[in-house]
């Protein structure tokens, strides 16, 4: 292939990941170079193809007829490239590459956390590039190749696998915090009593919900600390600042050992479990199998089909 050719090449990969964002700047931020000299390299290939593939407002940007048809030709075709090397990838019997990953905190200290050592042992050629943030973002738009949220967050036009069975929500409290404003009988106790509030991506106050199906209530808990990191809600519980909504399995340890006792166990409510999220319309990238696969392992489900 000509010095020539490979250039456009390159050319019409970033202009197949314009089309497919829909944007200039999240196509930017996706190959990591500026809007200005994806413009540059845009204008390039239509001089030397001959044709306008693209119109561009201040506002707006969308393909030409011509470049709609080339875009999905490219589709194709860059679908096909990706499966043939993800087949001599397969033969080597180990994924090589970089695999970007968007995770709510929780997800990242629970579930990802816990297998690291081993993921990079078993898959020395991966790279993972992690990068933990309980706000709701655009993980195309951010150039991630998956997400880790609640399964009731995950955006329809995406693929979800579960990486864990259903959680289990519960309210916590220290014995000293029980000893001197006593215990909640029921839900509606806790309106009156000291609570850690949970704070959301978007700085809103999280509704505890207690119970399941009809008989759930929804509480709007009042407190001294509000926060948005199980970490910091667990440590504020335990000095006494306030009753706690948490995940069991993050408090396991602190519930064995006597620093928080749970309370209306009649109450605990399930929710939906975390999963993993990517684009439907891409092929897989390498080693996001395996993770998904290793991370089920640990928390006893099994492999995907």
Same mark, same amino acid.
């Given at each position: 292939?000509?010095?020539?050719?490979?250039?456009?090449?390159?050319?019409?990969?970033?202009?197949?990941?314009?089309?497919?964002?829909?944007?200039?700047?999240?196509?930017?931020?996706? *190959?990591?170079?500026?809007? #200005?000299?994806?413009?540059?390299?845009?204008?390039?290939?239509?001089?030397?193809?001959?044709?306008?593939?693209?119109?561009?407002?201040?506002?707006? /940007?969308?393909?030409?007829?011509?470049?709609?048809?080339?875009?999905?030709?490219?589709?194709?075709?860059?679908?096909?490239?990706?499966?043939?090397? #993800?087949?001599?990838?397969?033969?080597?019997? *180990?994924?090589?590459?970089?695999?970007?990953?968007? $995770?709510?905190?929780? @997800?990242?200290?629970?579930?990802?956390?816990?297998?690291?050592?081993?993921?990079?042992?078993?898959?020395?050629? $991966?790279?993972?590039?992690?990068?933990?943030?309980?706000?709701?973002?655009?993980?195309?738009?951010?150039?991630?190749?998956?997400?880790?949220?609640?399964?009731?967050? +995950?955006?329809?036009?995406?693929?979800?696998?579960? /990486?864990?069975?259903?959680?289990?929500? /519960?309210?916590?409290?220290?014995?000293?915090?029980?000893?001197?404003?006593?215990?909640?009988?029921?839900?509606?106790?806790? +309106?009156? $009593?000291?609570?850690?509030? !949970?704070?959301?991506?978007?700085?809103?106050?999280? /509704?505890?919900?207690?119970?399941?199906?009809?008989? $759930?209530?929804?509480?709007?808990?009042?407190?001294? +600390?509000?926060?948005?990191?199980? #970490?910091?809600?667990?440590?504020?519980? !335990?000095?006494?600042?306030?009753?706690?909504?948490?995940?069991?399995?993050?408090?396991?340890?602190?519930?064995?050992?006597?620093?928080?006792?749970?309370?209306?166990?009649?109450?605990?409510?399930?929710?939906?479990?975390?999963? !993993?999220?990517?684009?439907?319309?891409?092929?897989?990238?390498?080693?996001?199998?395996?993770?998904?696969?290793? !991370?089920? @392992?640990?928390?006893?489900?099994?492999?995907?089909?």
């Amino acid at each position: 292939m000509q010095a020539r050719d490979r250039a456009q090449l390159g050319d019409l990969d970033i202009f197949a990941t314009i089309v497919r964002h829909g944007s200039m700047k999240a196509a930017a931020v996706e *190959l990591g170079v500026t809007t #200005s000299a994806l413009s540059h390299r845009m204008r390039k290939l239509e001089a030397g193809l001959g044709v306008r593939l693209l119109n561009r407002t201040s506002r707006s /940007l969308a393909p030409t007829e011509a470049g709609a048809r080339l875009a999905a030709e490219l589709d194709r075709g860059f679908a096909t490239i990706t499966e043939a090397l #993800s087949a001599a990838t397969r033969t080597r019997g *180990l994924p090589v590459g970089r695999l970007r990953l968007n $995770m709510l905190r929780d @997800a990242a200290r629970h579930l990802v956390n816990p297998v690291l050592g081993r993921y990079a042992a078993t898959y020395p050629d $991966m790279q993972l590039d992690l990068h933990a943030d309980d706000r709701m973002v655009d993980m195309v738009a951010g150039g991630f190749d998956a997400g880790i949220r609640y399964g009731d967050r +995950v955006p329809r036009d995406m693929i979800g696998v579960a /990486l864990c069975p259903p959680t289990e929500w /519960l309210v916590v409290a220290a014995p000293a915090l029980l000893e001197r404003v006593g215990t909640p009988q029921s839900p509606a106790d806790l +309106v009156g $009593m000291p609570c850690i509030e !949970i704070k959301l991506g978007d700085d809103s106050a999280y /509704l505890w919900e207690l119970g399941n199906g009809a008989r $759930m209530q929804r509480i709007a808990v009042r407190g001294p +600390v509000r926060a948005n990191g199980t #970490s910091v809600i667990l440590d504020a519980a !335990i000095e006494g600042l306030g009753f706690a909504y948490v995940l069991r399995h993050a408090v396991a340890a602190d519930l064995a050992a006597g620093r928080l006792v749970q309370v209306l166990a009649d109450w605990v409510s399930e929710g939906p479990p975390l999963m !993993i999220y990517y684009p439907s319309r891409h092929q897989q990238p390498p080693g996001l199998r395996e993770l998904i696969d290793m !991370i089920r @392992a640990d928390q006893g489900l099994p492999p995907l089909a």
